[in-house]
């Protein structure tokens, strides 16, 4: 056993167990995973015949990286059910992700899956500080997002009264957190803060709610946007992480000791991170692209799941005495990197910049076109209210100001519009920064 924890951890045997025997479970697992898909999955057992892999080849952990990675295509490929590994008479739930193009992905969950869900559910949530009695309030839609239905049984399981909200309806909301007492908000943090400024605008004393803790995911939360809703809600804000194709949330999340980290449940995902270009593994601590193998799924196996999602993993014990591994939280994606003019831009880059700023908000939107011959990225920024100014002269060496600091950390230009407090426009889901309308 780790560390004596100090705060409630929902199974100790698991997330306090030695690095060995965690480390030693998971390759058992892990074994009986890849065997469950090669026998009922043909569209693994093809990819282990072609290059004469049988899943008891991988007998060690560095045996694992002889495994195909699987990318999102193969779902695209076999949609919908292509990579079900069970009859679908004993499905007994489906999900979707929507992509930006085409058709979605679909995954089957069967009662097993569901139950696993919960557990994942109920650990996270207990890293995050909510307890059995805690009044949950559902601010995701329920639909095929599994952030909605995922963390509604996983809060039921833990015994919170869970208050099926769901998204939209901002005013109502507010309404409910007070009337009904709510401690816990479940919502992307960009929804979170959206709730908090139509309270602040109809009046409503954030300090006088019984709110406690903001149990956020489903898009990166940056540390000036979480001290934001912090600050202004007067909550504790936590971020849990996880996608759709492995299970939905419940991958990992943040405990009530490390706050840039999350810990991944590690009795389901058996995590690797490689170099996105090389596919080679890295060590711990190295930033890469997180492949994650869920490792007790029935419905649909997914071996080697690359993810596109950018980290570094840790096992070093944590403060709370949770030894399962964590991950630095997830800032940018892969595949959200934009080429400018040959340079490559993260957004999260701009983000970081603009939380340097006194006076900007964290509201702003990335417009990237090719009109002229020529990539142009324009930056559409919210002022905050109090650094906003009717005297042209003042905005505009705002303006200058923040685009010569772009300038700097980017080394690309970038055309930056201030516009109005209010006028970006606010979203219940997760919030898309940038629009690529480049050919
Ligand atoms: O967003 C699952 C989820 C719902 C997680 C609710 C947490 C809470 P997808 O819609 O499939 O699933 O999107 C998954 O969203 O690969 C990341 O790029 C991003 N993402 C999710 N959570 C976080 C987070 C759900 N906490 C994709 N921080 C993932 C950063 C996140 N990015």
Known sequence: MGMTPHQPIYHPAFECASREEIRARQLVLLQEQLAWAYERVPYYRERFDVIGLKPGDIRTHEDVRLVPLTTKEALRETYPYGLFAVPLDQIIRLHASSGTTGKPIVVGYTREDIEHWRFCIMSIAQMAGVVPGDRAQMAFGYGMFTGGFGLHYGMEGLGCMIIPASAGNTERHIMMIEDYGTTVLIATPS??????????????????????????????????????????????????????????????????????????????????????????????????????????????????????????VTCEP?????????????????????????????????????????????????????????????????????AFSDSFTEMDAFRRAVADRLKSVLQVGVAVKLVEPGSIERVMGKTQHVTDSRP
């Open 191 to 312: 929804y979170a803060l959206h709730i908090c400024e139509v309270g602040e605008r109809l009046g409503y004393d954030w300090k006088k709610s019984q709110l406690r803790v903001g149990l956020f995911g489903g898009e990166p939360c940056p540390p000036k946007l979480k001290r934001e809703i912090e600050s202004r809600m007067h909550i504790h804000c936590t971020d849990n992480y996880g996608l759709t194709e492995v299970m939905g949330p419940g991958v990992s999340g943040e405990c009530l000791s490390s706050r840039d980290h999350q810990h991944i449940v590690e009795d389901h995902f058996y995590w690797e991170v490689i170099d996105p270009k090389t596919l080679e593994p890295l060590p711990e601590n190295a930033a890469g692209e997180l492949v994650l193998t869920p490792l007790q799924k029935q419905g649909i196996p997914l071996l080697r799941y690359r993810t596109r999602d950018l980290t570094s």
């Open 318 to 386: 944590c403060a709370c005495g949770r030894t399962s591994a964590r991950m630095k939280k997830v800032r940018h994606r892969s595949d959200d990197m934009l080429i400018i003019r040959g340079t490559n831009v993260y957004p999260s880059q701009i983000e970081d910049v603009l939380a340097s700023i006194a006076g900007a908000s964290a509201y702003y939107h990335l417009t990237v076109d090719n009109e002229s011959g020529l990539d142009r990225l324009t930056l559409d920024l919210e002022v905050k209210p109090e």
